[in-house]
């Protein structure tokens, strides 16, 4: 049984989100967006969707922090950071703070894609019987 590929796009720039929802949207996912981290709290609280992408730097909570709550809502959860500003955290401090990747804008396409594929099949094969 194939999952619905729900993927949450968490960034205060709305061209951003734009973008990428058409991009996502063209390969098949089914992308839902927001400029807020207390709103995207509220739509994973709604709706079963376990690959997030969030902005680092945002007003009201940023990216960290949001990572560390949807941590906490689904532990299984596949978490990227998006950012311009991404040099002052090594690969493995990210990691520790519980994301999966991180991604700096502008954006490589086909690894954000690529990424995005690999969560799909990570939280598939998870969830199969041993």
């Known amino acids: 049984m194939d999952m619905e590929k729900k993927i949450l796009f968490v960034d205060d720039e709305k061209g951003i989100l734009a973008i990428l929802d058409c991009l996502f949207r063209g390969k ?24 997030v ?3 680092l730097r945002m007003p009201e909570m940023d990216g ?5 709550r949807v941590r906490q809502l689904q532990p299984g959860a596949q978490v990227y950071a998006l950012s311009a500003f991404v040099g002052s955290h090594s690969p493995e401090q990210f990691e520790a703070m519980g994301f999966a990747g991180v991604f700096t ?26």
């Open 28 to 51: 098949g996912y089914s992308p839902r967006c927001t400029t807020s981290g207390t709103e995207a709290l509220e739509i994973l609280k709604r709706d079963d969707i376990k690959v």
């Open 53 to 55: 992408y969030t902005d």
């Open 64 to 68: 960290t922090e949001l990572c560390r």
């Open 105 to 130: 804008k502008p954006f490589n396409v086909p690894r954000l894609l690529d990424s995005c594929r690999a969560a799909f099949e990570k939280l598939e094969h998870a969830g199969k019987p041993a």
